[in-house]
């Protein structure tokens, strides 16, 4: 059996466009050269309560996430309901050799990509974004409101999370001793 050749990111390409994709009979989506490229063969899937599936080269998710987590407190329970809402659908899946990403079934329905219906990879610059066809049909009525609406619940949690963050600061400075 030939041995899997690994493909680390270039960090350093930025593609700009809109790439259709249609989702094969197991559950893959051929991805262009120039995507692959730019995410490598180690990608992060990452499903938030958007229903819009987010790719990343494993290595940026990790960094990523990592630096998120440092910025709160484990004590910070609304910074926990916004981790569980970015990340608790992500999955770590490898590119294969025939430039295939294999989407898992829950996240397929999860964005609702289904083997009947055409996709969309948005790339641009340094994100990808895999929407179904009828989010794809939201996207071109109106890109600004379509990318709104996918911030707001985020946004809300987000600000809960930094709020309580605050707060929790707050009062370890009072706690703290000599102050």
């Known amino acids: ?40 063969t180690d990608v992060m899937l990452v499903c938030d309560v958007s229903k819009v599936m987010r790719l990343y080269p494993a290595t940026v998710f990790n960094k990523i996430q990592n630096d998120a987590k440092k910025r709160f407190s484990p004590d910070n329970a609304h910074a926990t309901e916004y981790f569980i809402a970015i990340y608790s659908n992500a999955r770590q899946v490898e590119v294969d050799s025939a430039n295939r990403l294999s989407i898992p079934a829950d996240l397929r329905k999860l964005t609702g990509l289904d083997f009947k219906a055409d996709g969309v990879i948005i790339a641009s610059g340094r994100e990808f974004r895999v929407l179904s066809g ?44 000599g102050q």
């Open 134 to 177: 009828a989010a794809y049909a939201n996207y071109l009525e109106s890109p600004v409101k379509f990318m709104a609406s996918q911030r707001d619940d985020l946004d809300t949690l987000r600000k809960r999370a930094f709020e309580e963050e605050q707060e929790l600061r707050r009062l370890e400075g009072l706690l703290a001793p």
């Open 1 to 40: 059996m030939a041995e899997k050749i690994k493909r680390d990111p270039d960090l350093d390409l930025l593609v700009n466009r809109h790439e259709p994709v249609k989702v094969d009979d197991k559950g893959r989506i051929a991805l262009q050269k120039e995507i692959r490229d730019a995410l490598g």
